[in-house]
């Protein structure tokens, strides 16, 4: 009886014990082969070889490839919401807001991070050959990304900083393309400068 309750127990913290690599540097990987890839474009060789992990373990922590993209999905626009929330901040007027939001698609978009490309961006040109469900991730998250756009508008109209005959609708769909487009180009390597430029003048046209 001893030594079954000891195998029993040995069993239980076998199973017991946490993962033997880092979820959040996993999925960190995953979101660079996916990026870089795309989902259909990524092998279960590319994404093993590049989060540093055996099928067996890829598969016991996420099911399936889908359940991978969908967790480093998650995970990337999470990440990127609280590094967004640095630049819009909780003051200020809706212009500068609205500034703050795109001088950060800026930033994405240069160095080791604009070569990566977006993760949004990727899936969406991909968005027709995804099930409904992970197509509905990718439109729910362009989806909010136009929302903060559209009311940070109309915060900056309710204040006087942004012209209140700007349809604050078409403006916010017209600076999401703009946020989005940047991520396209930055993989070719423009200089900061030609972004900025592109952000000051997309922003005289709500004045």
Known sequence: MTAIRQAS???ARSRGRPREFDMDQALDRAVRVFSKRGYHGASISDLTTEMGLTQGSLYKAFKDKQSLFL???????????RKLQGFVGETGNGLARLRGVLEFYVASSQGAAGRQGCLVVASATELSAFER???????????RNESLLMGLIELGQADGSIAAHVDSAAAARMLLCLAQGMRV???????????QAVVDVALKALG
């Open 185 to 195: 180009v930055g993989k070719t390597g423009r200089s900061r400068q030609d972004m």
């Open 71 to 81: 967790a480093a999905f998650e995970h990337y626009r999470a990440a990127r919401a």
């Open 133 to 143: 469900d992970v197509a509905r991730h990718i439109t729910d998250a362009l989806s």
């Open 9 to 11: 127990d040995t069993s």
